[in-house]
Each structure stands twice: as C-alpha cells, then as structure tokens.
C-alpha cells in the first residue's frame, strides 16, 4: 500500500543544500513512489514564531513555493499550499495543546536551541511550535514523515500526542502514530565553514551555506573558500569522524551523486583536495543551477504561484477541516 507523506519546510528564507539533501530532495522521490498521497506544507504560522517582516514574509512563502516546484515537487501530484490558509491547523493545534504535557515539551532540544539563553523572552508560540507541527501531521492521517535528523524528536512526541488522544476518547487508531522518515545517510549537512555545526538558514555567514538561489558563480566561489584541512584525502572512513569538514564535502558529494561514501573515498582518495573540489563544484552546479534558474523564472510570475497555493489549500482544507470536526465530536462540542 501507498504512503500517506506529509511534510513542511519553514518559509524563513535561504532555503539551502542542507534543506535540499536532507528533505526536499526526498519529498520529490516519495512523490514519484507510485501509490503515495503526499502533501508539502510551506509552513508560515511556524515561521511566525520568531519575528517576521511581512513583507518578508509574504515573499519567501512565495519563494520557498518556487523551491519546492523548482525541484521537482509537481502540484498535478502533490498538494502543495501555506499552512496559514488552512485554519484546522490552528484549531487542531489548540486541541491537542490540551493533550500534550508541559513534562514533554520541556523536554524538546530545538526549544532550547532556539530560544537560547533567556527563555522567558521566547514567545509562547516558540515553546508551542511542535505541538501546531503535530496538527499538522495528524490531520492528514500521514503515515510517514520525512524530515531532517533534528525534527525527529518532534516526531516522537507527535506519536506520544496522537496516543493519549486516542487513549482519552477511547477512539484507538482515530489519530495515527506517524513514522519519521529520515536518510539514513548524509541526513545532516554541516556549514562550509565549520564542520560541528548545522548548515543553516540562520548562519550570519553566507560563505557557510550553498543557497538553492545561488548562481554558478556563487556556488564555485563558496566551494573554494570551503574549509578542509592540511591532510590528503583519506584511504579510508576510519578518522573521518576527527575531520568533519572532510566528512561533509564527501557526504555532499557523495549524496548528489546517488553514490555510497565509500566510493567517493574510493574515487578520491590520494588526491588533492583541489582536484576534489573540482568535481565537487561540477556536481553541485549540476544539480543546483538549475533549481536556482527555476526559482528565478517562477519568482517572475507570481500569480502563478499564488494560484498553486490557492488550489492546493482548497484540497488541504477538505481533508483537514474534516478531521478537525471528526475531532470535535469526540471531545463533546
Ligand atoms: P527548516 O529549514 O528548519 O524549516 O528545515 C526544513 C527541512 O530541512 C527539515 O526537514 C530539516 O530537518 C531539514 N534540514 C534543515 N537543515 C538541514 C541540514 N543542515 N542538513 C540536513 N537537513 C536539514
Ligand atoms: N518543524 C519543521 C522544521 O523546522 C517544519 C515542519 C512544520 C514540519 N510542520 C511539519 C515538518 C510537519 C514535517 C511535518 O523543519
């Protein structure tokens, strides 16, 4: 039987490799599986949860859209639309606000990230954050939800949610307990200019992350300047761990190219890392200059892609609004 995918990227801008190799790329493969119903989410009302310029805003939902199209993402399969045009996400949030426990939630290490030191200036939308991503992914009865490495905790407690709903309005099997769906490999991708660290939207650097807007000579540029070390190439995995950097490239290289790590090590190994990347830069382009030209030219025609939302959010709702009332009657509305 098909899968039931949902999932959603944050229209917060610079969308890049990262979001590229760890999710959007796979959202195109589940898409093309025959038998799966997918639905991608540019989720806007996750976005508000830090501040937001609208005007802003208004434009990288808009281009986040155009990412997803651009790669691949066909509205004629998919359903492609923002969350905030779909108000059941909201109501669903709250419901299930009032299943999840403080004790969970104090327990999610993206809060902690996110909100940094002083937690008491974070807005409560942070904090509540994957309790509305638990809406979203249960309203659609998703069985399957591909993410990145760190959404996963959010997963587990979206699991935990859907099961104390369940539970508390003796309705088993009304929510489902969906199943990440994360790479097994190259599910994190690292800064260009720093190997411990998460290739980010929020990077001050620019030089740290290949945008799926950057043109070619942007991405070569940034290749060049990516930092390696004094080492030749490894023979083998054993130490790659101790050379992150080294590791990331490889990982980059090797998921672009559908290959295993072992061949790029195999492929590589005993050359310069000018040689590497050489054929690091051919592949990137190869497979990002022509998502970023696509960008481009959809960005020039903006009904367009207001239309692709519009559509999408009409067949959303339907499915959403219905669950929403399903959940309603159970509780006693
Ligand atoms: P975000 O940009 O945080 O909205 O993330 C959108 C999707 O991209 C999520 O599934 C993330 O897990 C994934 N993602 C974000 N950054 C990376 C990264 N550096 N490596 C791999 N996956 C990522
Ligand atoms: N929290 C996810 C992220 O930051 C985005 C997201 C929101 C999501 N709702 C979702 C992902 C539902 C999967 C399913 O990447």
Same mark, same amino acid.
């Given at each position: 039987m098909g899968k039931k995918i949902f999932s959603g990227v944050q229209p917060t801008g610079n969308l890049h490799l990262g979001n590229y190799i760890g999710a959007i790329k796979n959202f195109v493969d589940l898409q093309n599986?025959?038998? @799966?119903?997918?639905?991608?989410?540019?989720?806007?009302?996750?976005?508000?949860?830090? &501040?937001?310029?609208?005007?802003?805003?208004?434009? @990288? %939902?808009?281009?986040?859209?155009?990412?997803?199209?651009? #790669?691949?993402?066909?509205? &004629?399969? #998919?359903? %492609?639309?923002?969350?905030?045009?779909?108000?059941?996400? =909201?109501?669903?949030s709250w419901i299930l606000g009032c299943i999840a426990r403080m004790g969970w939630l104090n327990r999610m290490t993206q809060f902690k990230e996110k909100a940094g030191k002083d937690k008491?200036?974070? =807005?409560?939308?942070l904090y509540i954050y994957p309790v509305l991503m638990t809406a979203d992914i249960l309203l659609y009865d998703s069985t399957h939800v591909p993410v990145g490495e760190d959404q996963k905790q959010h997963l587990e407690l979206a699991r935990d949610i859907a099961q104390k709903f369940n539970l508390d309005f003796d309705s088993p099997d009304f929510l489902r307990a969906p199943e990440?769906?994360?790479?097994? @490999?190259? #599910?994190?991708?690292?800064s260009l200019k720093d190997g411990t660290n998460k290739m980010s939207k929020s990077d001050p650097s620019d030089l740290s992350r290949?945008?799926?807007?950057? @043109?070619?000579?942007? %991405?070569?540029n940034k290749i060049k300047k990516a930092k390696t070390d004094n080492d030749p190439l490894p023979d083998d995995n054993k130490n790659l761990s101790k050379r992150p950097e080294v590791e990331n490239l490889l990982g980059i290289y090797s998921s672009l190219s559908d290959q295993s790590l072992k061949n790029s090590i195999n492929e590589f190994s005993g050359k310069n890392f000018s040689q590497f990347k050489e054929k690091l830069t051919e592949i990137v382009v190869e497979k990002i200059s022509p998502i970023s030209i696509e960008i481009n030219k959809l960005l020039k025609d903006?009904?367009?892609?207001?239309?692709?939302?519009?559509?999408?959010?009409?067949?959303?709702?339907?499915?959403?609004?219905? &669950?929403?009332?399903?959940?309603? &009657?159970?509780?006693?509305?």
């Open positions: 599986q025959k038998g @799966n119903e997918c639905v991608y989410c540019v989720v806007d009302l996750h976005a508000i949860t830090t &501040k937001q310029d609208p005007k802003i805003l208004k434009n @990288n %939902i808009r281009e986040t859209t155009a990412a997803f199209l651009a #790669s691949g993402i066909d509205p &004629k399969k #998919s359903i %492609i639309f923002n969350q905030s045009l779909v108000a059941a996400h =909201s109501e669903g008491e200036k974070a =807005s409560v939308g990440p769906l994360i790479q097994k @490999n190259f #599910s994190r991708i690292m290949i945008n799926l807007t950057d @043109n070619k000579d942007q %991405i070569v903006i009904d367009y892609i207001d239309t692709v939302l519009k559509e999408g959010g009409k067949r959303a709702d339907l499915i959403a609004s219905k &669950k929403v009332l399903e959940m309603k &009657k159970l509780i006693g509305f």
